[in-house]
């Protein structure tokens, strides 16, 4: 059974700092890993998608890394915001090429000004 | 493009009684799938749908239905309802396979 970690749990730093979230998963089967962001009650939205065979993955001031054989990703986040505060999940997807998402508990934010 | 939405977005329920809960997805996208929210156990993923069949299921018990029409719309029923079905709801939608998965805003379910 896939299971997905995310460390740290919780993470506060002020406006400019780099910093880098971590996920790890269980079964290196993946088809592909997902970061979201979440805003308190809202729904999730998409920031990345890591195909399997990818090892990386940037967006404006995001960039997220995947290696698989060793079932950790990282997502780096640049010169911070208090925009970005919000929670952060990472998921994959089974190898069977199902739509079946295994999250992991998710990664709180806070960026002070 | 217009994105995932759910209706309703808030539901205040008693126990015993059943919920239906709507999904449209994205126009073009095939699969839908389920996930409830909770502050204990996360996001856990309750079922999917790919052309209208059910093509996975979670580990849920068989209170939680679902059914996906011909236009992609899905729709999740809960009967008898518990206490501890009070969850945020999200929907997602994909073109299907392991595409990228869109989600909605969820429908706030309230049990009293």
């Known amino acids: 059974k896939q299971e997905v970690t995310q460390i740290p749990a919780a993470l506060s730093v002020p406006e400019g700092e780099n910093l880098v979230l971590n996920c790890s998963f269980t079964?290196?089967?993946?088809?592909?890993l997902q970061w979201f962001r979440q805003d308190p009650g809202k729904g999730l939205t998409s920031l990345l998608l890591?195909?399997?065979?990818?090892r990386e993955q940037t967006s404006g001031r995001l960039n997220a890394s995947l290696d698989k054989s060793s079932g950790r990703s990282t997502l780096y986040i640049a010169a911070s915001q208090p925009g970005d505060s919000a929670t952060y999940l990472c998921?994959?997807?089974?190898?069977?090429?199902?739509?079946?998402?295994?999250f992991g508990k998710g990664t709180m934010l806070l960026v002070s000004p | 493009k217009a994105g995932v939405t759910q209706t309703p977005r808030y539901l205040i329920k008693t126990r015993g009684q059943q919920v239906t809960l709507s999904c449209s997805p994205i126009?073009?996208?095939?699969?839908v799938s389920w996930y409830q929210q909770t502050p204990g156990q996360g996001l856990q993923f309750l079922f999917e749908?790919?052309?209208?069949?059910?093509?996975n299921k979670g580990n849920f018990p068989g209170r939680f239905s679902g059914r996906q029409f011909s236009n992609s719309r899905s729709e999740m029923n809960v009967s008898t309802l518990e206490l501890g079905d009070s969850a945020l709801y999200l929907c997602a939608s994909s073109l299907g396979g392991s595409d990228e998965q869109f989600f909605g805003p969820g429908t706030r379910l309230t049990v009293l």
């Open positions: 079964d290196s089967a993946i088809y592909n």
């Open positions: 890591i195909q399997s065979s990818q």
């Open positions: 749908y790919f052309s209208e069949t059910q093509r």
């Open positions: 126009s073009g996208h095939r699969s």
């Open positions: 998921a994959v997807s089974p190898s069977t090429g199902y739509s079946t998402l295994t």
